[in-house]
């Protein structure tokens, strides 16, 4: 399959590894000249303007992007909506909200277009060897598209899940528990850390993702990153929050849902932004462990 790549950051640039791994023909195209010449250097066929994405690429054009939420998403699809034809494919696999994927999807058909909207998890790791993709939009699109799919996703980790939105929308939720799992695994190594007793944090992570009940992929992180910032001394504890566990309450709200644990978890990353602990400095690190994020550096 064809694939015209927009947004090649840290997700966008292993996506398209991955994607030329299992025998696709990737093009990409970043407005940062800089990322379009590193992932030249990897073999990937990189153009300067999305004109020239859309008319390297033979009929039926598929352009997947992978931009920041926003205008920057909404001025991406109204650039290349001018430039496709009828039954022209768009996904959208960054984090946008999904009232804006429903929006995307009513103006996109009106033009004769298909619209996917794609939850992608599974942070740069799974992009580069196998996500997590949450697919909503026109089905049509998602058949015509399903062995790439499922040729980027690890095994059993993509999912149609129905109506344009729907994908944003299980991924909304999908970070907001990420935020309260997260901030929980912080606050208990905060706990370890000030008791009087002489943990090695490293080695605590470790043991209990081997068999305990809450092992997984973010106690692995932790352990990684406690061996790799020893008391996480050179991070502070100031943690992004970027919008999803937000629309995630607000939606909660609407639904009369109530969702205390991760309203919490999003107070207390508004409350860092001011106020420096140690359970923050964890929810930092593993926010850079899966996804890059970048953490604030303590000063020497």
Not at 48 to 69: A, G, Y
Not at 165 to 171: D, P
Request: glycine share 12%; proline share 2%.
């Amino acid at each position: 399959m064809n694939i015209g790549l927009i947004g090649l950051g840290k997700m966008g640039s292993n996506l398209a590894l991955n994607l030329v791994d299992h025998g696709h023909d990737v093009i990409g195209f970043d407005l940062n000249e800089i990322a379009r010449e590193e992932l030249s250097k990897k073999g990937i066929s990189v153009v300067s303007t999305v004109q020239d994405l859309v008319n390297s690429l033979p009929e039926r054009k598929v352009i997947w992007m992978m931009v920041p939420s926003g205008k920057a998403t909404d001025d991406c699809i109204q650039e290349v909506m001018n430039l496709l034809g009828s039954n022209d494919i768009v996904i959208d696999a960054g984090n946008s909200n999904y009232k804006d994927s429903i929006r995307h999807a009513q103006i996109l058909s009106e033009k004769g277009l298909k619209f996917l909207d794609v939850g992608t998890s599974g942070g740069t790791s799974g992009a580069r060897h196998g996500a997590c993709l949450m697919i909503g939009g026109d089905h049509e699109a998602y058949e015509y598209l399903e062995n790439v799919f499922m040729d980027v996703s690890i095994e059993d980790g993509c999912l149609y899940t129905g109506n344009a939105g729907s994908g944003h929308f299980m991924k909304m939720v999908h970070n907001g528990i990420e935020y309260g799992m997260m901030q929980a695994i912080g606050e208990g190594f905060q706990i370890m850390r000030q008791c009087q007793f002489d943990y090695n944090l490293a080695e605590v992570a470790k043991n209990w993702n081997h068999g305990s009940v809450i092992r997984g992929w973010l106690m692995e992180i932790a352990q990684n990153q406690f061996e790799a910032h020893p008391d996480l001394a050179d991070i502070k504890g100031v943690v992004a929050a970027s919008g999803e566990a937000k629309w995630t309450v607000e939606t909660a709200l609407e639904l009369e849902v109530p969702v205390p644990v991760i309203a919490l978890s999003l107070m207390v990353r508004n409350r860092s932004q001011e106020e420096d602990n140690y359970a923050c400095k964890v929810v930092s690190a593993l926010r850079n462990g899966f996804g890059g994020h970048a953490v604030v550096k303590t000063e020497k």
